[in-house]
């Protein structure tokens, strides 16, 4: 098991964060298909549990991944994954169906993904854009082996945001899923 010890940011400076990113890390351009399942009474949610079914497509291939989270372990949000490239989302999307699941929410992110070394810890810092939301996000991560390593990885993840320009008063919890669901909730109500 290896747990994501992860923080994001609302981006106040998109240019400058992209920037100092790019003079750390090559740039690998990327959209993310998100596809999320539960049960049809919303169990899974309730309890902080996630099962993802994610096409990650860049300019040259496609590849899809199932990823299966369970609850936060910090109040960071950082929670312990298991994930798996997968060979034919189609079929893996039929599976989890005939378990029970429903499609719960689905929407793209468009990301910019920037992989680098610090402090002995290998991270990944995606700049996203959910064209259903307004702004730029921040998702800074790095994988710890047990859940009592979370607050080493995250502070060398803060490390990481401040050297970005990044404030405490940037960072959020809330999850992508709920923002996108909000919103549509709020167009659906404005037509």
Do not use: W
Not at 35 to 54: I, K, M, N
Not at 96 to 111: N, P, T, V
Not at 150 to 164: E, H, K
Not at 178 to 188: G, I, K, L, N, Y
Request: net charge negative.
């Amino acid at each position: 098991m290896a747990v994501e010890a992860e923080l994001k940011a609302h981006v106040r400076h998109p240019d400058a964060v992209h920037e100092r990113l790019a003079s750390r890390a090559e740039e690998q351009v990327q959209t993310y298909r998100d596809r999320y399942f539960d049960q049809p009474t919303g169990e899974l949610t309730a309890q902080d549990y996630e099962v993802r079914l994610r096409t990650v497509e860049d300019e040259c291939s496609a590849k899809t991944v199932l990823t299966f989270k369970e609850p936060a372990v910090h109040t960071s949000g950082s929670k312990p994954e298991y994930e798996t490239e997968v060979a034919d989302g189609a079929s893996v999307a039929a599976l989890l169906s005939g378990l029970g699941l429903i499609e719960r929410i689905a929407f793209s992110k468009h990301c910019r993904n920037y992989r680098f070394t610090e402090s002995g810890y290998e991270l990944l810092a995606t700049l996203v854009h959910v064209p259903e939301l307004e702004g730029t996000f921040l998702e800074v991560e790095t994988q710890v082996g047990r859940t009592e390593d979370v607050p080493a990885g995250l502070a060398v993840v803060r490390a990481v945001l401040n050297s970005l320009g990044i404030v405490e008063d940037d960072l959020t919890t809330e999850q992508y899923t709920d923002a996108v669901a909000a919103r549509r909730t709020r167009t659906a109500n404005v037509e």
